[in-house]
């Protein structure tokens, strides 16, 4: 690798990780996770009933999606890695593909010397969409998404349906 290639690869390096942009993602996951209920209000018993009929589904599906919002994108995220754990071939294809993409780009354009061969990056990117797609098509990942889909529209609708609406919410609704 020549210097100009390290000095290339530095500053893109330094643009990704700028200051002033870490410190934005930073407030904004903290905003966000800022508006996460507390396990007591998120599993409150004495709040859990069967609704009337679809119409109260409906009033509790509108009110709980929005109130706890930040609840159900954890356990999304939580069910997501829980599927990946549990399929290790699909989490190996994430990362071999993610981590030959990111190596092949560190060469800046640049030919890969071997010794015994001089590979391109065009070469390099083919090889590894060679192993990937097979690799990918035998962990499939498509009964893995539909699984995750499933399972969290199950808890977090069914969270939403069953949890009641809070006694302050009901005057607020009231006087509108």
Do not use: C
């Not at 706890?68 to 994108?73: E, I, K, P, V, W």
């Not at 010397?113 to 090889?127: C, D, F, I, K």
Request: no cysteine; proline share 4%.
């Amino acid at each position: 690798m020549s210097r100009a290639q390290a000095i290339q690869m530095l500053s893109g390096l330094s643009e990704r990780l700028n200051m002033d942009r870490i410190r934005s993602e930073t407030q904004s996951l903290q905003s966000r996770l800022g508006n996460l209920k507390p396990p007591q209000d998120f599993f409150d018993v004495k709040r859990m009933s069967k609704p009337s009929g679809f119409g109260e589904v409906q009033s509790r599906w509108s009110y709980n999606l929005s109130y706890f919002s930040t609840n159900y994108l954890v356990l999304f995220a939580m069910l997501s890695v829980y599927s990946l754990l549990t399929n290790p071939l699909l989490l190996f294809v994430i990362v071999l593909g993610l981590g030959g993409a990111y190596g092949i780009s560190m060469l800046g354009g640049g030919d890969l010397n071997l010794g015994v061969a001089q590979l391109t990056t065009s070469q390099l990117y083919t090889g590894l969409l060679v192993v990937v797609i097979p690799l990918t098509l035998f962990a499939s990942p498509i009964s893995t998404i539909m699984w995750l889909i499933g399972a969290s529209g199950v808890s977090i609708l069914g969270h939403a349906a069953i949890m009641d609406k809070p006694i302050e919410s009901a005057f607020a609704d009231e006087a509108v």
